[in-house]
């Protein structure tokens, strides 16, 4: 029997982490036996349970060896006193890799089923061929993560894939500052709950870190799985440390305790919040003698309300934690608008933070820059203190820094270009004008160091900056100071951005500056303003007037990429010499007798001088989607797409179209990128805009008229196997759609019989491009997909390629025909309930125009 490739990726995995298969083996073994071969959990978060189950029972082989020679060489009696002696300490704590950020687990803020990408999996059994078990290797049953304990968690169907990273980056600190403000997650918000609406608060805070107890490099953790390979083994050989060690497995922070004496700490912060019940209004400097204090124990009690320990992923703290936790954030009102956060961890960290609030009649305010600020505090306070005044308090000075900000901010003189532009809130999905696309006009948003630069109508009159909404991971980020009570999933984030909107006093303010947006801020601007992030020589932009659904949770790729076992070869030995034009050069479209490349169209090049499908050739094409009936089919002996669906019962091939195909010059041809038969393969150069259609979630239209016969996009997606999709199907919540693959099926038919590896599909989920948002329509599209050869001769893998079927005005809604067969209730794409609005629509018509052959 073949190896598990499962347990084969798992041993890579492993590898990239510096630990062997020897070591790997056994508590892989145990894993799969403990999980019932539940392989989702051991993958999850590239394997992070195996990666801490084998570091466990390194460490526990490690103690025990280590037990064992101070066994040796002790008498017995010492024996029995250290014995005794350690009965009287605490037990120490599970020296495993703690996942920082754990429980902050990303959720995609978009509740549309549509998304498969971002749910949940239900894990397969399958079967496991494995070595031996180590005796050493029973430790791992203390693993925490345990399938039920996991089983409400958002569990990826491969290794670490983009989409995770990048969620996970949108939940990694960019700064020390960042890190305490993400795991104070909903609790300042809560703290804050009694401030006006109106007013706008703004936050300075400040970080002190002990050296001692020095973070390395926190923040700066690489995010990516490649910091796995540079930091490989770092909990074993920095174990005996004295400081903790972050550690990066799959883009995910591992914090590697200290060895010190357990204290019940945690690194996962904040843990509380102190409300003084006396306060000393309008008196900063006895703010700060009320801290000093409250230590001192003088002042009356404080009221302690527990914030939780490890944020769970919806941002609810989990209390079970709670004995476990000794930082702490302490709340300190003085009365005025202004307010004191101080928050310590058990890391040694403290932060303070204040928070002005500006009062609903400072329309005119604007956010000074932090240099200024300091500057003009400094100013303060040798003027004010002559320096080192005995009344000089670290408290004044905070509230001087406050008053400054709120001064400079004031002052209409100040309008440099340094100042931070802050504006009333504005969704950007609501207000933006539909008509017309976001690159075309004059209104810009910019950041302090312009990398992040788009422009928008004029006419619209939008401000100057734009308002981010909360990034839509579930995550609250309490660098948006408006986002009291709101939250991304569930709809809340609608709600608040509604309230917003509808509330002409409200105020609430996002610095829209570069270094202070988090990845996931980054993220929606990219999305909103290109979402294909850059990758398209044209920029695609994002509009939604309908409602307040947050971009799509997805990863833009420019090309299709190969998932795992999907079986491309671009040998260029494959092209053989007599079908490539390797004596052509300059434009192969103006010679007199087209080259070899024309052969697959019957000697004549399918394109027009001007890029476009020859009447002919889109006419066939056209045809064959809209009566399949009239052209050829072909039935597999064993058909790969039944035979995925079940591979104990194959059912008779339904059919597939014997599809025509355009056959672009590529690499081993003379001619020049420019040549006219190469058109797909140059990518999109359409204006196109991704918006919310009224009934079919998003959708894709063209900004510019396009002639009959113009290419607009091709279907980008991951390059599956059937069997690999079918398996991605499977594990997808029952109901829950799978709406984004494609078969390449367009050659089957002279194939013989397909390996599982030749038979291949894109899947557009997780990973794809504008393509995946085009919608169906019965019959009558606008558009028809062309199968076309570039890289290989085989056409078990190719480019699915849209062309217009006739003139399509700009901004009318581009479509094409999936070919569905709503009858099909065993299709990986469910079938769903046809909005299309073509008076030949099969969904409505059914049985009799049901299409017989399904080609997605
Ligand atoms: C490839 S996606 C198209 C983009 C999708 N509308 C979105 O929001 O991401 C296919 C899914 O879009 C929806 N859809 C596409 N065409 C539709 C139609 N004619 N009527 C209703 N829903 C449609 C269905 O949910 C389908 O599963």
């Known amino acids: 029997m073949p190896p598990n490739p499962r347990v084969a990726k798992a041993f890579r995995a492993m590898r990239d982490l510096g630990i062997t298969e020897d070591k790997v083996k056994p508590v892989l073994k145990n894993l799969v036996k403990l999980y019932e071969k539940n392989w989702d959990y051991i993958e999850a978060e590239n394997y992070r349970v195996l990666a801490d189950a084998i570091f466990d029972n390194e460490e526990a082989e490690a103690n025990q060896a280590a037990q064992n020679k101070k066994k040796l060489d002790i008498t017995q009696e010492s024996v029995l006193e250290e014995e005794a002696e350690e009965q009287d300490e605490p037990e120490r704590p599970l020296k495993r890799l703690r996942l920082k950020y754990k429980g902050q687990a990303s959720e995609s803020c978009n509740n549309s089923n549509r998304l498969a990408g971002t749910s949940l999996i239900i894990p397969k059994d399958e079967p496991v061929e494995l070595p031996e078990v180590h005796p050493q290797a029973q430790s791992i049953g203390m693993v925490g993560a345990t399938p039920t304990d996991s089983g409400t968690k958002r569990i990826e169907s491969q290794h670490l894939s983009r989409e995770s990273l990048d969620r996970s980056k949108g939940k990694q600190p960019i700064s020390p500052n960042a890190v305490t403000i993400q795991e104070r997650t909903g609790r300042s918000q809560h703290v804050g709950a009694n401030k006006s609406r109106t007013n706008i608060p703004t936050t300075i805070e400040s970080v002190v870190v002990p050296h001692q107890m020095g973070l390395i490099n926190r923040g700066k953790e690489a995010l990516s799985p490649h910091s796995t390979k540079v930091e490989k083994r770092l909990e074993s050989e920095q174990a005996s440390l004295a400081v903790p060690i972050e550690k990066t497995v799959g883009g995910q922070i591992l914090v590697q305790p200290k060895e010190e004496p357990f204290t019940g700490d945690t690194l996962d912060l904040p843990l509380a919040v102190i409300h003084p019940e006396t306060l000393n209004n309008g008196d900063s400097s006895k703010g700060n003698s009320s801290i000093e204090e409250q230590q001192e124990g003088s002042e009356p009690p404080l009221v302690l309300e527990y914030l939780g320990g490890e944020v769970t992923s919806d941002g609810v703290p989990d209390l079970s934690s709670k004995t476990r936790m000794n930082s702490q954030l302490a709340t300190i009102p003085d009365g005025s608008s202004s307010e004191l956060q101080v928050a310590s961890s058990p890391m040694g960290e403290v932060k303070i933070s204040l928070n002005c609030n500006i009062s609903p009649e400072r329309h005119d305010f604007h956010m000074p820059t932090l240099d200024a600020v300091v500057k003009s505090v400094e100013d303060r306070c040798l003027r004010s203190y002559k320096l080192l005044d005995p009344n000089f308090s670290v408290m004044k000075l905070m509230k001087d820094i406050c008053e400054c900000f709120l001064e400079l901010g004031s002052e209409s003189s100040n309008e440099s270009e340094e100042t931070m532009q802050v504006s009333p809130r504005i969704d950007l999905l609501k207000k933006f004008p539909t008509g017309y696309p976001l690159v075309s006009g004059g209104t810009h948003f910019h950041t302090s160091d312009g990398l992040c630069n788009a422009q928008s109508e004029t006419r619209v009159g939008l401000p100057q900056t734009l308002q981010l909404p909360p990034p839509c991971n579930g995550i609250n980020d309490s660098t948006q100071p408006h986002k009291e009570g709101s939250h ?38 990219h999305d909103v303003f290109d979402i294909s992030k850059g990758q398209e020589r044209v920029v695609i932009s994002i509009v939604n007037e309908i409602n307040s659904e947050c971009t799509p949770s997805f990863h833009y790729i420019p090309q299709n990429a190969v998932f795992q076992n999907a079986y491309m070869n671009f040998s260029l030995a494959r092209i053989e010499d007599d079908n490539c034009c390797s004596t052509c050069c300059g434009d192969c479209l103006s010679l007199s007798t087209p080259c070899p490349c024309a052969y697959e169209t019957g000697g004549e090049f399918a394109y027009t001088a001007e890029g476009l499908v020859k009447e002919e050739f889109l006419k066939e094409c056209i045809s064959m989607n809209r ?22 019962i194959i059912e008779p091939c339904k059919g597939h179209l014997v599809r025509k195909f355009i056959k672009e010059c590529w690499w081993k041809c003379g001619c020049t990128k420019q040549c006219g038969n190469r058109v797909v393969q140059r990518g999109i150069t359409r204006n196109l805009q991704v918006f919310m259609t009224e009934a079919k979630g998003w959708g894709l239209r063209t900004l510019e008229e396009l002639p009959k016969g113009a290419f607009v996009c091709e279907y980008v997606g991951e390059v599956l196997t059937n069997a690999e999709l ?110 299309c609005g073509s008076k030949f629509c099969r969904n409505i018509r059914r049985p009799s125009r049901s299409r017989s052959s399904s080609r997605r």
């Open 627 to 648: 009566d399949p009936q009239k052209h050829c089919q072909y039935f597999c002996k064993e058909c790969p797409l039944e035979r995925s669906k079940n591979e104990d």
């Open 488 to 525: 991304c999933n569930g709809g809340s984030h609608d709600d608040d951005v509604q309230n917003n909107l509808d509330d002409p006093n409200c105020r609430s303010l996002v610095v829209a500056q570069q270094h202070q947006l988090t990845p996931d801020q980054m993220r929606y601007l």
């Open 726 to 835: 079918f398996d991605r199907v499977s594990r997808s919540p029952k109901g829950e759609a799978h709406s984004y693959p494609v078969l390449l099926d367009a050659d089957w038919g002279c194939e013989g019989v397909l390996k599982d590896e030749e038979a291949l599909c894109l899947d557009a989920t997780h990973y794809g491009n504008v393509a995946r948002f085009i919608n169906h329509r019965c019959f009558d599209s606008n558009m028809v997909e062309i199968p076309v050869e570039v890289e290989t001769p085989d056409h078990h893998y190719y480019h699915l390629a849209f062309f217009t079927t006739r003139k399509v005005k700009a901004m009318e809604e581009l479509t094409w025909d999936y070919g569905i067969d709503f009858d099909d209730v065993d299709h990986p794409v469910k079938a769903f309930r046809c909005q």
